[in-house]
């Protein structure tokens, strides 16, 4: 595994069902789909995403998603990076779309939508939901709310089954 040690600094705008248009409030179905190299045209610093996801897709032990509104796979509307670890999975790098981003964003729930993801892919794999990731300082407090997270020092998150379950249940309506 690489040693760069990433701190998650992505706010969980809201909860959502899916994704919600900020504008008129309807709420779009979501696809998570394996990112492409064919993706990463549009996905550039340049164009305003804030990662070197290319580099992020070339690393061996990470697998990189992209959120899509369903039926429409090439408007990326948020990217995750994972691992699985063997007994939970790892969550290294989140990212909404540059125009997902502060107020004038188009879509809401893009990371609560991306965390949802990374436990039902836990769960999938029979980890019961489980994951970490290391926050950023100022975000601790936020995950713990919005997220049901739990701290477990030196930047360390994790959510356990329960609130994973939760938040599976939120996204992807499966119980």
């Given amino acids: 595994m690489k040693d760069t040690i990433y701190h998650i600094g992505i706010e969980i705008d809201r909860l959502t069902n899916s994704m ?10 979501t696809e998570i789909l394996p990112l492409t190299k064919a993706d990463l045209k549009s996905i550039t610093r340049k164009s ?3 990662f070197n996801w290319k580099s992020e897709i070339a690393l061996d032990d990470r697998d990189v998603f992209k959120l899509t509104i ?9 990217l995750i990076s994972l691992t699985d670890m063997n007994d939970h999975i790892f969550l290294w790098l989140i990212e909404s779309a540059p125009f997902n ?8 729930g893009v990371p609560g939508n991306l965390v949802a993801f990374a436990c039902k892919k836990s769960k999938d ?3 019961e939901g489980c994951i970490s990731f290391t926050s950023k300082t100022k975000l601790i407090g936020h995950y713990e709310k919005t997220l049901g997270a739990v701290h477990l020092g030196n930047h360390r998150m994790i959510i356990y089954p329960n609130a994973a379950e939760k938040l599976i249940t939120r996204y992807f309506n499966t119980k």
């Fill in 20 to 29: 919600t248009n900020t504008i008129s409030g309807d709420s779009f179905p």
């Fill in 48 to 50: 305003g995403w804030k």
């Fill in 70 to 78: 369903e039926g429409n796979p090439h408007i990326v509307q948020g």
């Fill in 101 to 108: 981003l502060g107020k004038p964003k188009l879509y809401e």
């Fill in 125 to 127: 794999k029979g980890y």
